[in-house]
């Protein structure tokens, strides 16, 4: 029996409404009645965008692990991955707390979505506390900018409470990636964007960011919950398209642009992976040969020692593009790796991608090499 085919999740939100209970009459956990818990169950199949839920987890973990650039990612099991997305009252300080939290882990064979709400925020200890449990239960964590905000802002809530700080897990930071590997394009790094322009994916209507934090004041002064669904929607589709970029990432390959397999290979040259990093930069050249997949097939091979197939590479790259940074790189080869001052100060001559104290201390290097010969 071949694959499932990916079916689209039921509208807008992923998790029909009335297949959940209103959040004021849903269960709690524990002994009380401040946090309130909207549950659901997804099939793998389901999708977000282009790519089914399930593909998170045969995504590869060698590559997720280089465009992290955290070798410890790459032993670790998607399966007990948990994703994890805080709504919180500001953007930091000791007043901002978590009011809303969304998690999703695969377990029986199904993901798991649990929401969070914190319906009286003199129990936000009992939200966080269960926030802890689930990450305890995991062996890596999944995030979008967590490593800057969600876990410091959670490590700091557990410290103000006095209870027992987080257990050391991984984490894969998807926003690290978007950069990395999309640093070519052109739109901003938001999980919202991102979706748009990797995932295809379109939400809909959705609560703008800055309006967030009004709404749930709004909701404690008034106890009016219905301007706060859009918030829980939107904490909804923020966990599950992490999902879907995980998805995308541990297989990109296929997906991917010319120049953002030149970015992937740049990133792979970093991790050390240089095999990798050819393999990704020739497919680049064979989608496009564009500058910016040339140039990075050249630094790939000048870091694998190739020194010929580089200057090849940036010589066709120049013979296209008037650009001073190929230039540049260039020239050093032909200094310091041909042993060629004449080309390489034709090369600087030329103007290169250097301040010009810089560029004029290459010239009369240069000059010096050629009147010694």
């Known amino acids: 029996m071949g694959p499932a085919t990916p079916r689209p999740a039921p509208g807008w939100p992923y998790v029909p409404r009335d297949a959940l209970q209103v959040v004021r009459a849903l269960r709690t956990f524990g002994a009380s009645t401040g946090v309130a818990v909207r549950r659901a169950e997804l099939d793998r199949e389901v999708v ?3 790519l089914a839920l399930g593909e998170a987890l045969s995504a590869d973990r060698a590559v997720l692990s280089l465009l992290a650039l955290s070798p410890e990612l790459a032993g670790v099991d998607l399966e007990r991955a948990l994703y994890l997305d805080f709504e919180t009252t500001g953007l930091g300080g000791s007043g901002c707390f978590a009011f809303l939290a969304g998690m999703c882990w695969f377990e029986g064979g199904r993901f798991v979505l649990e929401q969070l709400l914190l319906t009286e925020p003199d129990d936000e200890p009992e939200l966080i506390l269960r926030v802890a449990a689930r990450i305890a239960a995991s062996e890596v964590v999944v995030s979008y900018n967590g490593k800057s905000f969600d876990l410091p802002l959670l490590r700091g809530r557990l410290a103000l409470h006095r209870a027992e700080p987080l257990p050391p897990r991984p984490m894969l930071d998807l926003l690290h990636l978007a950069r990395r590997v999309h640093r070519s394009r052109a739109f901003r790094k938001t999980l ?3 979706e748009v ?3 295809g994916l379109g939400r809909g209507p959705d609560v703008a960011g800055e309006e967030i934090a009004a709404r749930y004041h709004h909701y404690l002064r008034s106890g009016d919950f219905e301007p706060l669904w859009p918030v829980v929607d939107h904490n909804a589709a923020d966990v599950l398209a992490m999902l879907g970029l995980v998805g995308f990432y541990g297989a990109p390959f296929e997906r991917l642009a010319a120049d953002e397999l030149a970015d992937v290979a740049r990133v792979f040259r970093r991790a050390g992976a240089l095999d ?8 680049a050249v064979g989608r496009e040969r564009s500058a910016g997949a040339l140039r990075a097939r050249a630094e790939v091979q000048k870091a694998r020692g190739d020194v010929a197939a580089a200057l090849a590479d940036l010589e066709v790259l120049l013979e296209g593009v008037d650009d001073p940074a190929a230039r540049l790189e260039l020239a050093k080869l032909y200094e310091h790796h ?3 001052p004449a080309r390489a100060l034709a090369l600087v001559e030329q103007g290169t991608a250097e301040p010009a104290p810089a560029r004029e201390r290459r010239r009369q290097r240069l000059v010096r090499k ?4």
């Open 197 to 199: 322009e990797v995932l």
């Open 192 to 194: 919202r964007t991102v």
């Open 48 to 50: 977000t965008g282009t």
């Open 276 to 283: 990798r990093a050819l393999d990704a930069a020739e497919l």
């Open 370 to 373: 050629l009147r010694a010969r």
């Open 338 to 340: 041909v042993r060629a």
